[in-house]
């Protein structure tokens, strides 16, 4: 089997209709993703993004699974809500910096964290798109996860396609 994975990197505000976008950048998004789509023979669609981060912005679902249906692509949000967060011993990058605010420590020991962080939560991410296995897919992720996720996925050998580190309309 095939077990390609394409990463896209942009801004999470692409991933619902943010009051900061125009009409332009929300449909230059949307058309970008369903070209890659249909020229890629994607089978699925995945995102750094989950139902509960959807419902804090009232939003029933994000612009990739809108995305999804209209073309009629298996998705999926790959991201832990706060209960899985808190199970797994994740925490945001402003969370760890704030958590040393007070405290002498070099950047070097943030990154350290930052990194140590986002590599559970990306392992998360990867899980579940293991388990739903249909191959090839797109991963939609912030563009400060895309060579950390890159990274793992060339280590679980996956092949691997940098679509964007950091799309922008």
């Known amino acids: 089997m095939n077990r390609l994975i394409y990463i896209f990197g942009t801004d999470h505000k692409y991933q619902r209709e943010d009051p900061s976008l125009s009409q332009y950048q929300i449909d230059k998004f ?11 023979n994607i089978r699925l669609l995945a995102e750094e993004n989950n139902l509960e981060a959807q419902e804090e912005h009232a939003l029933n679902h994000s612009l990739l699974h809108q995305s999804s249906n209209k073309l009629n ?17 994740i925490q945001q990058e402003n969370d760890i910096r704030a958590s040393f605010m007070f405290k002498t420590v070099d950047e070097q020991d943030i990154l350290k964290k930052v990194y140590e962080s986002h590599k559970k939560r990306e392992s998360l ?12 897919v797109l991963v939609l992720c ?13 280590e679980q050998g996956y092949k691997l396609e940098i679509l964007f580190e950091d799309w922008h309309a």
């Open 30 to 40: 949307k058309t970008d993703i369903e070209k890659l789509c249909v020229e890629l």
């Open 142 to 154: 912030g563009s400060n996860h895309v060579n950390s996720f890159s990274n793992l996925v060339k």
């Open 73 to 89: 692509i298996e998705h999926i949000y790959c991201d832990p809500n706060r209960r899985e967060r808190n199970e797994h011993g």
């Open 125 to 136: 991410w990867l899980n579940r798109i293991e388990k739903v296995n249909t191959w090839p």
